[in-house]
């Protein structure tokens, strides 16, 4: 690594070090399936702890960014996957499609939803928004065979409001429709419950389309339409 991305790694260990909280840590492990050891720091603290870590931070290059964010997903304790992501989103000003590129390998290591989501959020959303040329990076993830690439793909565009495409997400969420993955129907659910705020009758057409759909799907499009 180079020397800033050592120095925002390191100033990320020493914040979270002895911030945590046992009783946190181990009803985070439980709640997530043990997935990762915790430190036991909750979201809204978290925040706080990089705030401070991070002021003297100065913006940095995109490669360095990318391999802090690297170094800090390979850190055995879960916040630090979320680091990893809330740092991108920190500094998502220098970030081009070479971002969404080099995510793929967080997205796909130690995956959950909680640190494939936040990568969602924090990253995927915001570039696919400013660099419509991401869209075939898109359309790998939602052709690929990895659950969390293409949770990925059929969330990408949450958060975009009035710049939804709508054709293209109900495109993507056609593709896996009759997929039975828990992960994979959720975020169809999840994607098309944002569609109704933009266009309810597309997903109204979807769900005359599509009888089948797995039930949490079904169930969240459902609370879209019933919002209205």
Known sequence: MGKWA???VSQTKSA??????????RGAANYMKHIAPFL??????RKQLEKKAWANL???????LILAAKALWKLPEREYQYAGADLIGEFISVCTPKTLIAVKSLITSKSRWDSVDNLGSKVISPLTLKYPQTRKTIKQWSNSKNIWLIR????HQRGHKKNTDVDFVVSICQKHAKNPEFFVAKAVGWALRDL????????KIFLQDNPKLPTVALREAKRGLNRL
């Open 6 to 8: 050592n120095q925002a």
């Open 16 to 25: 979270f070090q002895n911030s945590g909280n046992k009783t946190v840590a």
């Open 40 to 45: 036991g720091i909750s979201a809204p603290k």
């Open 58 to 64: 100065v913006t940095p290059s995109e490669t360095e």
């Open 152 to 155: 990925c793909a059929i969330q």
């Open 196 to 203: 109704c705020r933009i266009d309810a009758w597309a997903v």
